[in-house]
């Protein structure tokens, strides 16, 4: 079942962690896929319970290998592949960085010079983490 000598790059690609193999290999030279905190190169070949740190933009995605297909496979297939082990907590640092703080009801417009104002003063002076004592 397993194809033998996968390469990193290819075995990023058949298991849907980067879109295209050409994306997974630059991420390989640019240093975003680690394993053991050192870097790898794309020519590395994938073994069985390798465990590879994986930077995805804002995302440290950590993953261990199960096995290697034999070729891309579809995304309810993936599970058989590789175990995600990236905490849930990073799931949710993402989550609320892409999270739109800024609300404002439909039809009310811009805001004001005023509302602009209030808008820097909370996000300057209370904290991110959702405790809204002031900050000094």
């Known amino acids: 079942m397993a194809a033998l000598g996968v ?3 290819k075995w990023l690609w058949m298991v849907r962690v980067f879109k295209t193999r050409s994306i997974a290999t630059d991420a390989c030279n640019a240093g975003k896929v680690k ?3 050192q870097k790898i190169k794309p ?3 994938v073994k069985t319970d390798e465990i590879y740190q994986i930077k995805i933009g804002e995302l440290d995605k950590t ?3 199960i096995d290697t297909p034999k070729s891309r496979v579809g995304a309810p297939l ?5 175990t995600d082990l990236t905490p849930e907590e990073e799931y949710n640092r993402i989550k609320m960085l892409r999270t739109k703080f800024e609300y404002r009801d439909r039809g009310e ?3 004001t010079k005023r509302d602009r104002r209030q808008i820097e003063f909370l996000k300057n002076n209370y904290s991110d983490d959702g405790d809204f004592s002031e900050k000094e």
């Open 35 to 37: 394993m053991n905190g």
């Open 7 to 9: 390469r990193i790059d």
């Open 78 to 82: 993936v599970p058989q592949y590789l």
């Open 63 to 65: 993953v261990q290998v």
């Open 43 to 45: 020519s590395k070949e």
């Open 109 to 111: 417009g811009r805001p």
